[in-house]
């Protein structure tokens, strides 16, 4: 599997703990360095504007979708390999996904957690089929990998499912992961019921 080009979902908060920054920082300085091109939310703030700007110093490709009236408010990322500009965010969720490689997930709150579950659904369902990755910073996705376990222990979910997605807590491993993830197909929609 060769990766050229990868979603990343991850906060727009600049307040959050410095090391989720530096993860953001390595995130995006190994995705320039491997030449993989990044497709993420299109804003200027937060683990966004890390990750962004951190791969294009290293000269990197970045592609931001931002809804319009985010970039009225000036939300978006001026340095931008490209930005393009959708209606709303179920239009920006949809692109930021076509046509990538993986997904990875930085920690972020609700906005990022949504993205995540609804790839995770899609590939449930067998319609999204490349790895999702978490970069699990200060252990931030425990309760969510726990909540997702739960779903799985009381039979809401399949064990298969568990397959769905991959953990690392290093974005130098990211790659890495990804290319060990496992293989998904079509097929899972057979077990995506129980």
Same mark, same amino acid.
């Given at each position: 599997?060769? $990766? ?12 959050? *703990? ?5 993860? =953001?920082?390595? #995130? ?9 091109? $990044? &497709? ?24 931001? $979708? +931002? ?5 009225? #408010?000036?939300?978006? *990322? ?7 500009? &959708? ?6 969720? *949809? ?17 990022? #957690?949504?993205?995540? !579950? ?10 999204? !089929? ?6 699990? &910073?200060?252990?931030?996705?425990? +309760?969510? $990998? ?14 298969? *499912? ?8 290093? =974005?130098?491993? &990211? ?16 077990? =995506?019921?129980?």
């Amino acid at each position: 599997m060769s $990766i050229s080009r990868v979603c990343v979902f991850c906060a727009s908060s600049t307040q959050v *703990h410095p090391e989720y920054f530096d993860a =953001a920082n390595r #995130l995006g300085k190994e995705l320039a360095k491997e030449g993989v091109t $990044i &497709v993420y939310g299109g804003g200027g703030a937060g683990l966004m504007g890390e990750v962004a700007t951190s791969a294009l110093v290293q000269g990197g490709q970045v592609i931001g $979708i +931002l809804p319009r009236f985010m970039s009225d #408010l000036e939300w978006g *990322h001026t340095g931008l390999t490209e930005l393009k500009l &959708v209606d709303n965010m179920r239009e920006r969720k *949809h692109l930021m996904i076509e046509n990538v490689d993986a997904v990875i997930a930085l920690p972020g709150g609700c906005g990022t #957690l949504e993205e995540l !579950l609804e790839v995770i659904t899609l590939k449930r369902l067998g319609i999204f !089929l490349k790895p999702i990755i978490l970069v699990n &910073v200060r252990d931030f996705f425990n +309760l969510l $990998i726990e909540m997702l376990n739960q779903c799985i222990n009381e039979r809401f979910m399949n064990e298969k *499912h568990k397959s769905i997605w991959s953990v690392t807590s290093k =974005a130098e491993e &990211v790659i890495e992961t990804i290319l060990n993830a496992p293989k998904w197909t079509a097929s899972s929609r057979n077990f =995506a019921t129980l």
